[in-house]
């Protein structure tokens, strides 16, 4: 009884392993469980250019760090001959490009890849946007006065308040103090963020300058939207300049924050920087995989998707053989279905897998019958055993080509698969038949062979099954719950199915 | 086609393939002498040792070179078996009947050459009957002749009875007959008709070809039902004797009755099958279990003989 609940223990083990390792990968690690699952990555491109004036240019970019949501991967920064670092400069990342006596026209590339990420959280940044002050007038001064006073009477905290004033700069008939206001400082969406940041940071209102990009495909040679973030009821929230609050929807995407500028450029002229922004929609696995690449998830080190791709594929189509087996298992111990040569089914399954099934039954019929013919006139000849064996090989291989042929010459292309055929095993498989055949007699024959038809058809079917296919390949660990269930119908007592026919004449009997 | 519900087969006690692998082959059948049974030279040397009835050993071929001298260790114009030291289900023996000139007689009146008989050693010799296809030795034996008792019993072959001993006790046994369909052999699911036994008295229960209860010998036409078995004690005896000579707590025992030497030790099988169940109408578990309770009350094989004696005539029930 003790080894029996070990069993028990053994094996639900192994599926609790299992299941654990696929749960982790589907949850944290954002590995889809279907393999229909499709997931976009944002690829934004950001192109720096400028003149060069024959001096030592520097070129310092300010870096997005992410947002909570949206995780960032596969950074690159393609730059010829210039000096690339990444530094931080008042907590803030910027790329850094350097290159002596630099001429002509020159093009910098900065690009990541940008991945939603429900778990995501970046390195909070909360320094505060630096005090600016405008030189103005006493009549500007007033005006603004006006408008602070209005937004603050018509709010109840921070958040409203800014919601107010954006509202106010974007009325169709403005009150004078705004028209003022507009004309003398308000040249671009830019202007009216850093002059709203201005007012609310005189109300000591919680705030930092955005710049952000709207996740378009498609969009080229666009700029940082401006917007800006104010801190109200223990959260950031999110402005734009002309709709007021918005949702920190995934549309949007925070490239830099704070009032440091973009772009810093010595030593050359006409600089600017632009972005554009290319979405691909990748299925969720090989997102998960973009993830999990730069070393950052040590766990996928260790899985199959660092080999070579032609390795990949080998080890896809070895991951089926469990399957295959555990279909044999089912159908040897809980049907009682009787194939000649145990694992022979699984290795006919994986030849129809290249074949397609109905070509691939048709050859294997075509071919063992052909065989059983050539190997009874051998059994004439007296040989040993292997030659005899060696002789139903070459027969095998010869028949095998001539389909191969026939078949390519009736225009049939998927006929020259059979040389998927495991060769050997057919070979093995006449001899066993002719046997039986000797034996037994035809119906014994008939039977072994259905049986092992049927068995390679059912392992065909499970190992051709785009979910198995799937999870063999995604999740390796799938295959210890596969273990832990053969272990457990290893010990399995019961009736098999064959035996509830075999034996029920007994029971109309008694 | 119908199905029987397991809850039926449980009720009437069937030992199921899955559960006789399980529960009593694995238990009771310790891997390490599966050699002394599945090698039946190993199993003639035993039985030797043992000084157990079994058909006599004439010799044994075991290299390609020895078989041109084949003729040289069969006896002269006489009958002989040849059987794979490792075949399984009866698979490799031929039975030559007499000899007549050149040629060799089988029961089924076909005749076969030199040639043939050697081919068929060499076939042997090379693995072809063998588990897993693993080089094997040919037995050359003396041919059974068996008791007249069973002359309208059975259609050219030699029939055996099969008793399965559980623990050393004899539980459940029946009798083999060929028939034209089995090609003289004696196995049920080539078309051999088994008839269950009665332990207690070694009388004939119920009879089935291919899983189908019959009355008659398909070929001979005689009445199964009045078939009784001589020796029968004595039977019972060898295959409880079996048992202390291999240690295998779960046998299958196949014994003939020769016409001058009696009751002989044929072959011993480790993975005995399920369809004496069917030949005697009834499920082994009820007899096992009944056994596991009394297995340690005995102490001899004539005192575990004489419990199966008086137990297990008719049906068992819980």
Known sequence: ?510 | MKLAFPSELRRLGLLGMNARNINYISRYNDRSFFPLVDNKLKTKQLIKKHGLQAPELYGYIQYQGEIKNILDVLPKGKGFVIKPARGSGGKGILVINSREGDCFIKPSGEKLTEQGIKRHVSNILSGLYSLGGKDDIALLERLITFDKVFEKFSFEGVPDIRVIVYRGYPVMAMMRLSTSESDGKANLHQGAVGVGIDIATGKAISAVQFNRPVEQHPDTGVNLSTLEIPHWSKILDLASASYDMTNLGYLGVDIVLDEEKGAMLLELNARPGLAIQIANEQGLLKRLKWIDKVADTHQNRDERTNFSLTHFGGVTED
């Open chain 1, 1 to 510: 009884m003790t080894s029996r609940y070990q069993i028990y223990i053994f094996s639900f083990l192994l599926m609790g392993i299992a299941l654990g390792i696929m749960a982790y990968k589907i949850n944290i690690l954002g590995f889809p469980l279907f393999s229909g699952e499709k997931k976009s990555v944002w690829n934004i491109e950001a192109k720096v250019t400028f003149k060069g004036t024959k001096e030592n240019a520097f070129i310092s970019l300010a870096l997005p760090v992410g947002q909570r949501g949206m995780s960032i991967h596969n950074e690159s920064a393609s730059s010829p001959n210039y000096g690339y670092t990444k530094a931080q400069r008042d907590g803030y990342t910027r790329g850094e490009w350097a290159k002596r006596k630099v001429s002509g026209k020159q093009t910098l590339y900065y690009s990541i890849d940008v991945i939603r990420d429900e778990s995501y959280v970046p390195p909070e940044q909360e320094e505060y946007a630096k005090k600016s002050s405008i030189e103005a007038s006493s009549a500007i001064i007033q005006a603004a006065d006006v408008i602070m006073q209005d937004a603050y009477e018509h709010s109840a905290d921070d958040a409203s308040m800014a919601a107010s004033m954006i509202f106010a700069f974007n009325q169709e008939d403005d009150s004078q103090a705004i028209e003022m206001l507009k004309r003398k400082y308000i040249h671009s969406e830019k202007d009216l963020r850093d002059l709203i940041v201005m007012l609310l940071e005189e109300k000591k209102v919680n705030l930092r300058r955005v710049g952000a990009l709207e996740l378009i495909d498609g969009h080229k040679n666009v700029s940082l939207k401006p917007m800006m973030e104010v801190y109200d009821k223990g959260k950031w929230q999110l402005f734009d300049m002309y709709k007021g609050k918005v949702d920190k929807s995934d549309r949007l995407f925070i490239w830099q924050r704070g009032a440091a500028s973009l772009l810093d450029a010595e030593g050359v002229k006409d600089s600017d920087v632009h972005f554009s922004i290319t979405e691909s929609v990748l299925s969720a696995r090989n997102v998960a995989l973009i993830k999990g690449d730069e070393g950052q998830i040590s766990f996928l080190d260790f899985s199959l998707f660092i080999l070579p791709n032609e390795s990949q594929n080998t080890f896809k189509r070895l991951l089926l053989i469990p399957i295959g087996a555990l279909a044999i298992v089912l159908l040897r111990v809980l049907i009682g279905i009787k194939t000649s040569g145990t694992f022979m089914p699984i290795l006919l399954a994986m030849a129809f897998m290249q074949t397609e099934l109905v070509p691939g039954v048709v050859m294997f019929l075509v071919i063992v019958s052909t065989g059983l013919i050539v190997r009874s006139y051998l059994s004439h000849l007296n040989l040993l055993l292997v030659a005899r064996i060696s002789a139903v090989l070459i027969i095998v291989v010869g028949i095998m080509a001539m389909i191969a042929i026939l078949a390519y010459k009736m225009g049939i292309q998927d006929a020259v698969n059979i040389t998927f055929f495991p060769m050997i095993i057919l070979a093995w498989t006449i001899e066993r038949m002719s046997i039986i055949w000797e034996e037994d007699g035809v119906s014994e024959v008939l039977t072994q062979g259905s049986g092992s038809l049927f068995a390679a058809i059912i392992a065909y079917v499970v190992m051709t099954n785009e979910i198995m296919q799937f999870w063999t390949y995604t999740f390796p660990e799938f295959l210890l719950a596969v273990l832990g269930l053969i272990i457990l119908i290893g010990r399995y007592s019961g009736y098999r199915l064959s035996e509830l026919y075999r034996f029920a004449s007994m029971v109309k009997r008694s």
